[in-house]
């Protein structure tokens, strides 16, 4: 039976991941859209937090039953890696600068508040490292980048497997959407659609260039949204909408920039970083790109 299994997740990971991914995040928040009011409470409370740690967790279950413990050791040990240089460390400014530029050229333009920290920096500091772990970062970043991107990769090149992951990404968060709080409203959703798919590619730049270093994906998960909770939704809606609609254009016009400067096959200087799907796979592309690749210094 746990053979069975075994062989099943191996050759289906990337399926199975998806499957249990949207299926037992939606089930938890679905909930929250359909009934909305009669949910509030502590309930909504406990589905957003466990249902942001879903794929990151349904990431390390498919690896320990499909490929075993020493696969789940090298899938948690990207967690560690942070030798990568000094320059991707300086990258994770620049989502804080384009939400705070972001609002200074509306507010120049157009009128309306500039940024400003809505919490005393202290609260913001446990806020961040609260959205780090056991929050959204880490619980969705092992399952997206860690798990299905470089499945992705190998029979993808890099940019077709981050627009790929962008989408699927963007849309696992669509009950979030369908709540009709201030802060989600459906008709800015295109825009968190369009941002999603245009970061999908600076994470796959990013991840690549960095030997596979989830740590780095994390917290420029971090990054990109603790100023949007700190700095841009304490504006209200009517100030903030658009702000994150220049956010969306600039984050595509980053992105077009990465596929000019790296290319579209590995969208960096280092090859992708794969994994295969079966044991069939491993054998016949020993040597395939993304192994024991060296780490930008």
């Known amino acids: ?31 929250l859209a359909i009934f909305r009011d009669a949910t509030a409470g502590p309930y909504t409370t406990l589905a957003l937090l466990i249902g942001s740690n879903i794929p990151s967790a349904v990431a390390i279950a498919l690896t320990a039953i499909g490929l075993g413990r020493g696969a789940t050791r090298k899938l948690l040990g990207r967690l560690l890696i942070w030798r990568v240089g000094w320059r991707w460390y300086l990258l994770l400014l620049a989502p804080t600068a ?31 490292a ?16 860690g798990f299905a991107l470089p499945r992705l990769q190998f029979r993808h090149t ?23 709080d201030a802060d989600h409203q459906l008709s800015v959703y295109p825009a968190f659609l369009i ?15 960095t030997k596979g270093s989830v740590l780095l994906a994390v917290l420029f998960h971090t990054a990109t949204n ?56 491993r054998a016949d592309h020993a040597g395939q790109l993304g192994h024991d690749n060296p780490v930008d210094a």
Do not use: C
């Open 226 to 281: 603790a100023p949007l909770t700190l700095v841009l939704l304490p504006l209200g809606i009517e100030n903030w909408l658009l702000p994150f609609w220049l956010m969306a254009g600039f984050t595509v016009v980053a992105a077009l920039i990465v596929v000019a400067v790296f290319g579209p096959t590995h969208l960096s200087r280092r090859p992708r970083q794969t994994e295969p799907s079966t044991n069939t796979d």
């Open 1 to 31: 039976m746990i053979t069975g299994l075994s062989q099943f997740v191996r050759r289906h990971s990337l399926a199975a991941f998806l499957v249990l991914s949207y299926g037992l995040t939606w089930a938890l928040l679905m909930p």
């Open 158 to 180: 890099a940019l077709i497997a981050s627009l790929i992951v962008g989408s699927l990404h963007g849309l696992w968060h669509l009950p979030l959407w369908l709540r009709g």
């Open 195 to 209: 941002q999603a798919i245009g970061l999908a590619v600076i994470y796959t730049w990013l991840y690549n260039s």
């Open 130 to 145: 609260f959205m780090t772990f056991p929050g959204s970062a880490t619980g969705e970043e092992l399952g997206w980048r």
């Open 98 to 128: 384009l939400v705070i530029g972001s609002i200074t050229l509306v507010a120049i333009t157009r009128g309306g508040p500039t940024a400003a920290l809505a919490m005393p920096l202290s609260n913001a500091i446990f806020f961040v």
